[in-house]
T-cell receptor, first 113, second 114 residues
Framework: GENVEQHPSTLSVQEGDSAVIKCTYSDSASNYFPWYKQELGKGPQLIIDIRSNVGEKKDQRIAVTLNKTAKHFSLHITETQPEDSAVYFCAASTGGGADGLTFGKGTHLIIQP | SAVISQKPSRDICQRGTSLTIQCQVDSQVTMMFWYRQQPGQSLTLIATANQGSEATYESGFVIDKFPISRPNLTFSTLTVSNMSPEDSSIYLC???????????FGPGTRLTVT
């Protein structure tokens, strides 16, 4: 089955700096890669996703890049703010919308004021 | 995006008992999924629930332990049966499916088994 590795497990950045979280996946059939933000006591919130036919996607301060050859994808957050502090999960899915997600272990992002 | 609610939000149960968790979506969806998240850990897929058919379970999860119902396109339940302390976890449902692939999660049910 699919295996998703995520690094780093903890990332501390100064407010206003950029943060990058990286994930690799094992199954070359995976074609959908979402990122979730989870705050304490809440369910994961979908923040951005990318499909296998696209190399990069941006939404305001958040961007995701995908390298299918290398089987890795990354989340980039620019101009970080205190409210960006949370746990971020990457995930991968094969097939159509009928497939569940395989998650990475998560990254605890800490924004230092 | 879909808005998902879960009941109960948390519960404390005794070992050997069962708990049924409800998941309600504000719109009709093709697929619903159930995940488990140990505190401070990642999410693990338990099963996929398609309306009108049997749920599909992932390796390590069985129907006798985690029976699932999906009576219509907006509702699903997960039962945690014959609970033991090892079942203490957060149980999350998500809704998605179709060409969009997007999955949206409920707030989770925090279960503690004593």
């Amino acid at each position: 089955g699919e295996n998703v590795e995520q690094h780093p497990s903890t990332l501390s950045v100064q407010e206003g700096d950029s943060a990058v979280i990286k994930c690799t996946y094992s199954d070359s059939a995976s074609n959908y890669f979402p990122w979730y933000k989870q705050e304490l006591g809440k369910g994961p919130q979908l923040i951005i996703d990318i499909r296998s036919n696209v190399g990069e996607k941006k939404d305001q301060r958040i961007a995701v890049t995908l390298n299918k050859t290398a089987k890795h994808f990354s989340l980039h957050i620019t101009e970080t703010q205190p409210e960006d502090s949370a746990v971020y999960f990457c995930a991968a899915s094969t097939g159509g919308g009928a497939d569940g997600l395989t998650f990475g272990k998560g990254t605890h992002l800490i924004i230092q004021p | 995006s879909a808005v998902i609610s879960q009941k109960p939000s948390r519960d404390i149960c005794q070992r050997g008992t069962s708990l049924t968790i409800q998941c309600q979506v504000d719109s009709q969806v093709t697929m619903m999924f159930w995940y488990r998240q140990q505190p401070g850990q990642s999410l693990t897929l338990i099963a996929t629930a398609n309306q009108g058919s049997e749920a599909t379970y992932e390796s390590g999860f069985v129907i006798d332990k985690f029976p699932i119902s999906r009576p219509n396109l907006t509702f699903s339940t997960l039962t945690v049966s014959n609970m033991s302390p090892e079942d203490s976890s957060i149980y999350l449902c998500s809704a998605g499916g179709g060409r969009a692939h997007e999955q949206y999660f409920g707030p989770g049910t925090r279960l503690t088994v004593t």
